[in-house]
């Protein structure tokens, strides 16, 4: 593996952008958090006295890792169409001799290809080639008993005569509609299937995430979600490890994330292309005093995301806190 400074040509850094959180601000934060809650008032935010602030920035890695795989299936479908791409044509050419266009690098899709030359005509095996069946809820008859009357023709406490089926004590199969028999569901009355070998291609983004440890009683998982400020990105279709970042973390993780994802897809399919990118996230733990009593919220994220656990004026628990 080569070193950061070997393998790239000037990394250029960007200037981190995170503003120092301020009271005003983070009162600002809570008022929107708090007014986008149907059962928070906002008395509390708009009267809290705070009291500290303590802001620290965390380090997200990501890796993207765009891969490609291919598995097949033997399937059917009616025979529509009397043009049948066999073996007669040539052998059905390896999976992944087959061109695709793949989609949107890092834009997840799966999408069904019929392999060339791997067609095949049969006659369907669940109506025997006739293209119809006995209806099984009048055994082909096309009439059943009539429920109402029970097949007795009249109604037993009345004796008056049936209605519902006018006195015949049966009714038309309202299954077949009176036919006796069904189109077949299998080759929809087609008698032939066309059996073919399918292509199965899946595109997947898969993405590993390291975030560095903070001092904070804060749901880690939030930060997932959480914008930051981007100070490094690269896109190739494979990146190596930041073996001398400036934040000995991230270098561990990029050297831990790579050999992951190597390791799970490189044998079991194609990978297109991959992304790492470090962030810088601000998270604050803003703490305030409201009616004699101390509580505590976090901000965090650029877009100054709000968590308020222990928020003193909640009507019900109709709303998530996050």
Not at 38 to 52: D, K
Not at 67 to 84: D, G, H, I, K, W
Request: positive net charge.
């Amino acid at each position: 593996m080569r070193k950061f400074s070997e393998q790239r040509n000037n990394p250029v850094f960007l200037e981190c952008r995170i503003p120092k959180m301020t009271a005003d601000a983070a009162r600002n934060a809570l008022l929107s958090f708090v007014n986008s809650k149907c059962c928070y008032g906002n008395r509390a935010a708009g009267e809290l006295v705070i009291q500290e602030l303590k802001q620290q920035t965390l380090h997200r890695y990501r890796l993207e890792t765009f891969n490609e795989t291919r598995v097949s299936e033997r399937t059917f479908e009616p025979c529509t169409n009397a043009l049948v791409d066999g073996p007669q044509n040539g052998a059905p050419p390896q999976l992944w001799d087959i061109k695709v266009q793949a989609p949107q690098m890092f834009q997840e899709d799966t999408k069904k290809f019929r392999v060339p030359h791997s067609s095949l005509v049969k006659e369907c095996h669940k109506c025997h080639g006739r293209g119809r069946y006995k209806c099984s809820g009048c055994h082909g008859a096309g009439r059943m008993r009539c429920v109402t009357c029970c097949g007795a023709k009249h109604r037993s406490k009345y004796q008056k005569r049936c209605q519902m089926c006018s006195g015949t004590g049966r009714k038309r199969c309202s299954t077949c509609s009176g036919r006796g028999n069904k189109t077949c569901s299998t080759c929809q009355g087609e008698k032939k299937l066309l059996h073919f070998i399918q292509l199965i291609i899946t595109w997947k983004n898969n993405v590993y995430e390291f975030i560095s440890d903070d001092q904070f009683n804060f749901p880690r998982e939030l930060l997932s979600t959480a914008m930051g400020d981007n100070i490094f990105k690269e896109e190739n279709p494979l990146v190596y490890p930041l073996l001398d970042f400036p934040y000995p973390d991230m270098a561990l993780a990029s050297q831990r994330a790579i050999a992951e994802h190597k390791a799970a897809f490189t044998s079991t399919s194609n990978i297109l292309h991959q992304r790492q990118t470090v962030e810088l996230i601000p998270v604050t733990e803003v703490h305030y005093q409201y009616a004699g009593k101390v509580y505590l919220y976090y901000v965090y994220g650029m877009e100054n995301k709000v968590y308020a656990l222990d928020y003193p004026e909640r009507y019900c628990c109709g709303c998530t806190i996050i």
